[in-house]
C-alpha cells in the first residue's frame, strides 16, 4: 500500500469518516475555544485571571496567531492556530468579511490532527458580531488516546471555571459590607 495511490486515498477517506464518527473535528475545535485564553490567563500582567488557569494544566505558553502549548500530566500539548482573509463582499445593506483557518493539535510532538475552517463576520453594523466559524474538512488526523485525553481535559477545566465563578459568586454573595447593608435596608437586626 506505501506506494499505491489509490489505497492510499481510500485509507485517508476511511479515517477522515472515523474522525468524523468520532466526533473529533467538533472536539478539537470546542477545545480550542474553551483553552485559547489561558496563556493570557497565566501571565503576570492579568494577576486576577490567574485562578482561571487549572493546577493541572502547567508549562503554559502562547504561539504565534493565537495559538497555544502546554502540559497535561507530563504530556505537551499544542494547538496551531492561523487564519487568512479572503475578499469581503458588499451587498445593498451588508458587509461580510470571510476567513480560512487551520488549527492543528501535537501531541509530544506529534501531529495528531489538522482540520480546516471557513469562518465570516457581518461588519455591517455598528455593534461588534462575532465571527462564525464552520467545519470544513479534516486535514490529518492519528487515532490514538490523546481523544480521550482531550475530552477528560476539557471536562475538568470546565469544572474548574465553574468551581471559580461558584466561589466568586459566593464571595460576592457573603460579603460582609453588602451583608450589612442589606440587614440595614431591611431592618434586620
Known amino acids: 500500500m506505501a506506494d499505491d495511490a489509490d489505497a492510499i486515498y481510500a485509507e485517508i477517506e476511511r479515517r477522515k469518516q472515523r474522525a468524523k464518527e468520532l466526533g473529533v473535528p467538533q472536539l478539537v475545535w470546542g477545545f480550542f475555544e474553551t483553552v485559547k485564553y489561558l496563556p493570557s490567563w497565566a501571565s503576570d500582567d492579568r494577576p486576577n485571571d490567574k485562578k482561571f488557569v ?23 500539548y499544542s494547538l496551531a492556530w492561523s487564519e487568512k482573509s479572503n475578499d469581503s463582499y458588499d451587498s445593498y445593506r451588508s458587509r461580510m468579511a470571510s ?43 492519528v487515532e490514538g488516546p490523546w481523544v480521550e485525553r482531550i475530552t477528560e481535559l476539557a471536562v475538568r477545566i470546565t469544572q474548574h471555571r465553574r468551581e471559580v465563578h461558584e466561589a466568586d459568586a459566593r464571595k460576592r454573595r457573603e460579603d460582609p459590607a453588602k451583608l450589612k447593608d442589606l440587614k440595614d435596608r431591611f431592618g434586620i437586626k
Open 54 to 76: 487549572p493546577p493541572f494544566v502547567t508549562e503554559i505558553k502562547a504561539l504565534p496567531e493565537g495559538g497555544l502549548a502546554f502540559s497535561y500530566e507530563g504530556v505537551g
Open 99 to 141: 476567513y480560512n483557518g487551520r488549527l492543528a493539535l501535537n501531541v509530544a510532538e506529534d501531529r495528531v490532527f489538522e482540520l480546516t475552517l471557513f469562518g465570516t463576520q457581518d461588519q455591517s453594523s455598528d455593534e461588534y458580531v462575532p465571527m462564525e466559524w464552520t467545519i470544513r474538512n479534516v486535514e490529518a488526523f
